[in-house]
């Protein structure tokens, strides 16, 4: 006898989508028949760079180990990271990319009869999470494609548990600057969680952005996500952390799964925090890329969202899913945003120099068609 499984899961799971990732250059070789050396990819904001070689050290130096579990609590990299941001390391919760420690977030905190607030275009996985919880998502219309946060600060209620903000936000690129922030955290009820995902926030050299370690101190409800998937150059590895008061990553880490980050990526986040200089080109890399991208844009007349992450939404003035297929079968792999309610946008990750050339001149074809 069969079963209809779906309708046995729960229902906020029942009317999730899969979340779609980047489309990986393998799935595009056997697609069209493309040689796998020539496609370029510039759809999940990944670090052009290459790993660092401090990092590649680390791990020849932990492949010994394999056969062992890695620390469960992190200690070193725990330690590392307490040290860096002058916190205690019960503040520091690790998790399997920054992803992990969102879904942490709901399992903890969200559930039916309770809500989340979060911006319109913002991170998918703010909903995704929020749905599979069985809670509300209440979402914020956009102003100038960022974060309303007058409208998000009206829109908490009696039953919002979290707050998702993201600066700069994927995949618009969008920021906000200190007084906004500053002004939305003294607006937030004291026990409203704010999470606030600064998963790009090190590609700001400059004090455009605040820095949310600086408002954790007057802001025990705050909590600070962030990757090492992108300026560290790491994304393949799966690591990323929050800060936080110690009470809420008390309550994280009863839900936190087990050895939840592995130990080549424990190893690798350590060494990565130590080279200030990879993290310095990175920074520079993406500045000039972006200076590239941009100036690319202009000559083919397309319009874009100015950005402070490692990627450009670039507005095609219509319905980008064609230009995405025609950017396809030139080897160029870029980011479809009509889920994010941009269809006219493809979103572009930051690449090398030859890669953002290679798009720039994928893109003027096809619009030539």
């Not at 070689?53 to 180990?65: D, F, G, H, K, N």
């Not at 690129?173 to 004291?190: C, E, H, I, K, N």
């Amino acid at each position: 006898m069969s079963c209809d499984f779906l309708d046995l899961a729960l229902p906020g799971v029942q009317k999730l989508s899969p979340y779609v990732p980047g489309k990986p250059v393998a799935e595009l070789a056997r697609e069209l028949g493309l040689d796998p050396a020539g496609i370029v990819k510039l759809a999940s904001n990944e670090n052009p760079l290459g790993p660092s070689p401090r990092v590649l050290q680390a791990i020849q130096a932990e492949l010994a180990e394999l056969t062992r579990y890695p620390d469960g609590n992190g200690f070193e990299l725990k330690k590392a990271l307490a040290e860096r941001y002058g916190v205690e390391p019960a503040q520091v919760t690790l998790g399997n990319g920054s992803n992990d420690v969102l879904e942490m977030i709901a399992r903890a905190y969200l559930a039916p009869g309770r809500n989340a607030v979060f911006s319109a275009h913002a991170f998918a996985v703010y909903p995704i999470a929020t749905q599979a919880a069985g809670a509300q998502g209440k979402v914020v219309p956009a102003a100038g494609w960022g974060h309303d946060l007058e409208a998000m600060a009206a829109a908490i209620d009696a039953e919002t548990r979290v707050v998702f903000l993201a600066n700069p936000n994927n995949p618009t690129g969008t920021w906000f600057g200190p007084d906004a922030l500053r002004r939305f955290l003294a607006a937030v009820p004291a026990d409203v969680l704010v999470v606030l995902d600064e998963a790009y926030i090190e590609y700001s050299g400059d004090d455009e952005l605040p820095d949310g370690m600086q408002y954790l101190a007057d802001h025990p409800n705050l909590l600070i996500s962030r990757t090492f998937s992108k300026a560290y150059g790491l994304a393949a590895l799966r690591v990323g952390y929050a800060i936080s008061s110690v009470p809420i990553a008390d309550v994280l880490n009863r839900v936190r799964q087990p050895f939840n980050v592995g130990s080549l990526g424990l190893v690798a986040a350590c060494a990565a925090l130590e080279d200030k200089d990879y993290l310095r080109r990175s920074r520079m890399a993406n500045a000039a890329g972006m200076r590239q991208l941009e100036a690319g844009c202009r000559q083919l007349g397309l319009d874009w969202i100015p950005s402070r992450g490692n990627f450009l939404a670039v507005d095609f003035g219509g319905d980008a899913g064609p230009i995405n297929q025609g950017l396809l079968r030139e080897g160029v792999i870029v980011r479809p945003v009509a889920g994010y309610g941009m269809p006219s946008f493809l979103r572009v990750s930051v690449g090398t120099e030859a890669e953002n050339a290679r798009f720039l001149a994928a893109a003027a074809r096809v619009l030539d068609q």
